[in-house]
Nanobody, 116 residues
Framework: QVQLVESGGGLVQPGGSLRLSCAGS????????LSWYRQAPGKERELVAR????????NYADSVKGRFTISRDNAKKLVHLQMSSLNPEDTAVYYC?????????WGQGTQVTVSS
């Protein structure tokens, strides 16, 4: 059974940091491209960061460049999103995604709220 389980969300003040984690199981984690998406209320889901299977190539949304870092640990089947200098516009549900060949897997999401 394929599973992606996110953790690490919560409430943080503007300027603060959070680290999201996503644990994968039931598929070839190390061969998968891994991504974080987010969806704010009333908005479409958008790509935040993407990491190639080897970890050698990353893509970031312009709005998070220089503030967010995506990383992976294939041995532990984890993908992380380190977020810093958070602002209220980063408030959203964050989803983990894994892509392998024609398949795309999603986690259930974790809420990140940036507010004073």
């Amino acid at each position: 059974q394929v599973q992606l389980v996110e953790s690490g969300g919560g409430l943080v003040q503007p300027g603060g940091s959070l680290r999201l984690s996503c644990a994968g199981s039931g598929f070839s984690f190390s061969l998968s491209a891994l991504s974080w998406y987010r969806q704010a209320p009333g908005k479409e889901r958008e790509l935040v960061a993407r990491l190639s299977p080897t970890g050698g190539r990353t893509n970031y949304a312009d709005s998070v460049k220089g503030r967010f870092t995506i990383s992976r640990d294939n041995a532990k089947k984890l993908v992380h999103l380190q977020m810093s200098s958070l602002n209220p516009e980063d408030t959203a549900v964050y989803y983990c995604n894994a892509e392998l060949n024609r398949y795309s897997y999603w986690g259930q999401g974790t809420q990140v709220t940036v507010s004073s």
